[in-house]
């Protein structure tokens, strides 16, 4: 009897839309605020919102998506969504949406 690898369970990704980027947390500021390495660039203080704060918990090295506020929008943020498992981070790594940070991770 040939070996048959067990099949891998199907995951689907929540990928970032419309003004949304991903990023990187990289320190962790206080309250439910942080300072996060965002895709684009650029370096934002990010806050989870109230619908948020009790079941999103952040650390730092989380892959994270961000949308960026609409004033101030180079330097603050909301965070949307956390990436919980490591197979939803290494799906964003072959698709190469972590590219241009990866280095930091």
Avoid at 5 to 19: A, D, F, T, W, Y
Avoid at 59 to 79: A, H, M, Q, S
Wanted: glycine letters at 10%.
């Amino acid at each position: 009897m040939a070996y048959t690898p067990p099949e891998q369970p199907m995951i689907r990704v929540r990928l970032p839309q419309g003004k949304e980027v991903l990023g990187i947390v990289q320190q962790r500021v206080g309250g439910s605020r942080m300072k996060v390495l965002c895709l684009d660039g650029k370096e934002r203080m990010c806050r989870i919102p109230g619908r948020l704060r009790r079941g999103l918990w952040v650390r730092e090295n989380d892959v994270i998506i961000v949308e960026p506020w609409e004033l101030g929008g180079d330097t603050k943020g909301d965070v949307i969504y956390k990436y919980r498992s490591k197979a939803e981070v290494s799906f964003l790594k072959k698709k190469g949406l972590l590219k241009s940070i990866e280095e930091e991770f």
